[in-house]
């Protein structure tokens, strides 16, 4: 299993641009979320799905979208680029059907927005 | 929203047991009590979870006591390999607390020869 894959690694956007993270996971996991986490600082949770078709906002969701059409895939779209942007983004999916509260970590995409 | 408080930051030795306290004093009764790890550039790993008492694995044992606002990460004979940011989360998994787990600012762990 590939676990939870990311890309791109790393971005760079100007201001006002949009992009998609793409998120995909190999393990059947139903819940995935998005985090983004700034230098020295704790993850904060931006978005979350419990299953395809049904996602909910977290704690910072301003000018972030996201669908989930597929149980795998989970991508995260930024509407139009912001400097306050600038982040490290993890992708996260878990299993819902057990008590285990282990969630899976991509390796992060770093994105910079000047 | 159980809000997690743990120190900034700790250093320690190789070889030496490090126990990390986090309080958590408003803990609802279906929260769990979740430890991660945090390697530079990488993503969070998971390593313990409870609810109370105690619970022990290959890498770590959770303390817990009676009335759950705290807990205490055992970490025994760390090596450098331990240099992390270790984080403490509550929260409930169910679909409507999902949204109220909490990384918080987490624990740096400086282990030195």
């Known amino acids: 299993n590939a676990g939870v894959t990311q890309t791109p690694k790393f971005q760079v956007l100007k201001t006002g641009q949009s992009m998609t993270l793409q998120c995909a996971q190999d393990?059947?996991?139903?819940?995935m979320s998005w985090y983004r986490q700034d230098p020295g600082m704790g993850l904060r949770l931006i978005h979350y799905s419990v299953g395809a078709g049904i996602t909910d906002q977290g704690e910072v969701p301003n000018g972030y979208n996201v669908s989930r059409s597929t149980t795998e895939d989970f991508p995260l779209r930024l509407l139009s680029a912001a400097p306050s942007q600038t982040s490290v983004y993890f992708c996260a999916s878990s299993y819902s059907g057990s008590d285990s509260y282990e969630q899976y970590f991509g390796p992060g995409t770093r994105l910079t927005v000047t | 929203l159980a809000k997690t408080t743990q120190p900034i930051s700790m250093d320690s030795y190789e070889g030496q047991e490090v126990n990390i306290t986090c309080s958590h004093n408003n803990i609802a009764t279906n929260d769990y009590i979740t430890w991660y790890q945090q390697f530079p550039s990488q993503g969070p790993r998971f390593i313990i979870q409870?609810?109370?008492t105690k619970v022990t694995n290959e890498v770590a044992s959770l303390f817990i006591p009676a009335d759950r606002k705290s807990s205490t990460l055992s970490l025994p004979r760390v090596s450098l390999s331990d240099t992390a940011v270790y984080y403490c989360?509550?929260?409930?998994?169910?679909?409507?607390?999902?949204?109220?787990?909490?990384f918080g600012s987490g624990t740096r762990l400086s282990i030195r020869p």
């Open positions: 409870g609810y109370k």
């Open positions: 989360l509550v929260g409930d998994k169910r679909y409507s607390s999902a949204s109220k787990i909490i």
């Open positions: 393990m059947n996991h139903e819940y």
